[in-house]
Each structure stands twice: as C-alpha cells, then as structure tokens.
C-alpha cells in the first residue's frame, strides 16, 4: 500500500497550490479520502474529505471557500486545489485513506508533503 503525496512548496500569501495524493496497492474507488495538516506545534487537523464516489465533501471552516477537494478513481489520485493561501496553511499535509478491505478495516497514511505560505 502506497499513499504519496505531491505538490507542496513555497507559496506567497494569496497564492495557489494543488497537492496530489496518488494511491496504489488497495481499492481506491472505495476508500474515503482525507486531507489532514499539521503544523509545528499544533494538533492535527482534519482538513478535507471526500467519499468514495466523489459526491459528497466536507471542508474545515478554517479553509472553507478557498480549498477543494477532489478525485479521479480512474488514477487512483486525490486532489487538493488550496487558493488564497494564507500563512497559517503553512503545515504538513497528509493524504489519508479509509475505509474496508473485506472485513478489514483500513487507515493508511502518506508521507506528508510541506506547504510553507510566506513573503
């Protein structure tokens, strides 16, 4: 199971990113997909989620109206489309996978790819 994230960097406060989380090794097209972030210092935070089929999102007040989430189970990839930047996006984002595997349940997690929102 591989779960790995693309597409951080250094972006100026108003700017644009779109992280990428490309998925092998389990049934994507089944999976709930999360975008979490974690900043130094800070807890985790739930950022973003999209269910299986891409019908239904749910978004963080913290980004609500500025980040979107998306997915292409034909590439088994998960989008984060993140406009307005602001310095407190500045963390760690990590792609997140749930769901079953039969009757098993799964979590698997990314590596995390930074965002760092400054002048």
């Known amino acids: 199971v591989q779960l790995v994230e693309s597409g951080g960097g250094l972006v100026q406060p108003g700017g644009s990113l779109r992280l990428s989380c490309a998925a092998s090794?389990?049934?994507?097209?089944?999976?709930?997909m999360i975008w979490h972030r974690q900043a130094p210092g800070k807890e985790r935070e739930q950022v973003a989620r999209?269910?299986?089929?891409?019908?239904?999102?749910y978004y963080a007040d913290s980004v609500k109206g500025r980040f979107t989430i998306s997915r292409d189970n034909a590439k088994n990839t998960v989008y984060l489309q993140m406009n307005s930047l602001k310095p407190d996006d500045t963390a760690v984002y990590y792609c997140?996978?749930?769901?079953?595997?039969?009757?098993?349940?799964?979590?698997?997690w990314g590596q995390g790819t930074q965002v760092i929102v400054s002048s």
């Open positions: 997140n996978a749930r769901g079953w595997a039969g009757y098993q349940p799964m979590n698997y």
């Open positions: 090794g389990f049934t994507f097209s089944s999976a709930l």
């Open positions: 999209i269910n299986s089929v891409g019908s239904s999102t």
